[in-house]
């Protein structure tokens, strides 16, 4: 790899919705990638490739963690959004009736 095909540009972290932004364990990923990118524009205006590559693992390292908390985060806000909506109409849902906690008792 040469040091000047490396792109300088830092990918965009969406921070918005999914708890992106209130999360504080994604929002200090997001600030770390920063830094990376940044170390990773000086390692290439100095021309030490080996720590651009070091770097560039790094930073997907740190891309797929966020990426993994963002959709852990949408997964639990979509549970709780359904388990408000499934309240008050007098039926279970299947993950409620799976272990045999309740018991129909009407005939």
């Known amino acids: ?19 992106g932004g209130n999360n504080a364990r994604i929002k200090a990923l ?4 920063q830094k990376l990118n940044e170390d990773k524009k000086k390692a290439v205006q ?3 490739e080996e720590k651009v590559k070091k770097l560039e693992e790094e930073i997907l390292k740190v891309e797929k963690q966020i990426e993994q908390l963002k959709k ?3 997964k639990k806000q979509e549970e709780e959004k359904s ?5 008050g109409n007098g039926f279970l849902r ?10 129909d008792v009407r005939v």
């Open 1 to 19: 790899m040469s040091v000047n095909s490396v792109s300088f540009a830092a990918p965009e972290v969406n921070t918005g919705g999914a708890g």
């Open 30 to 33: 997001e600030q770390k990638l």
């Open 46 to 48: 100095q021309k030490d």
């Open 72 to 74: 852990k985060d949408e």
């Open 83 to 87: 388990k408000e909506e499934g309240r």
């Open 94 to 103: 299947p993950e409620e009736m799976a272990y045999g906690r309740y018991v």
